[in-house]
Nanobody
Framework: QVQLVESGGGLVQAGGSLRLSCAASGHTFSSYAMTMGWFRQAPGKEREFVAGISWSGNSINYADSVKGRFTISRDNTKHTGYLQMNSLKPEDTAVYYC???????????????WGQGTQVTVSS
């Protein structure tokens, strides 16, 4: 099993920055070198992919809407993933979820484990 706990959400003005963290635990996470991803869901909208990173960090992909503004990273020694969000816009307001899935080509990862989410609100 894998447990994921997000932190770092909050209220920020447009143009500001936040860094989300995702602490992972469970034997499966490290044993299977799992990929980590971030998703978000805004009110009244479907959940959407934000970014993903492979275990090694060599494979990364981003949604077009966040490219150049968000950076995903991970520290496997701490079993923690990060999402650095810069130049935030009101449309980035959403609940952000951390997810993990078995290693696969970065665009084909099946995310089976999810955190509880953290709220990010960007005011204009």
């Amino acid at each position: 099993q894998v447990q994921l706990v997000e932190s770092g959400g909050g209220l920020v003005q447009a143009g500001g920055s936040l860094r989300l963290s995702c602490a992972a635990s469970g034997h499966t996470f490290s044993s299977y070198a799992m990929t980590m991803g971030w998703f978000r869901q805004a009110p009244g909208k479907e959940r959407e992919f934000v970014a993903g990173i492979s275990w090694s960090g060599n494979s990364i992909n981003y949604a077009d809407s966040v490219k150049g503004r968000f950076t995903i990273s991970r520290d496997n020694t701490k079993h923690t993933g990060y999402l650095q969000m810069n130049s935030l816009k009101p449309e980035d307001t959403a609940v952000y979820y951390c997810a993990a899935g078995a290693a696969a080509p970065i665009r084909a990862v099946q995310y089976n484990y999810w955190g509880q989410g953290t709220q990010v609100t960007v005011s204009s």
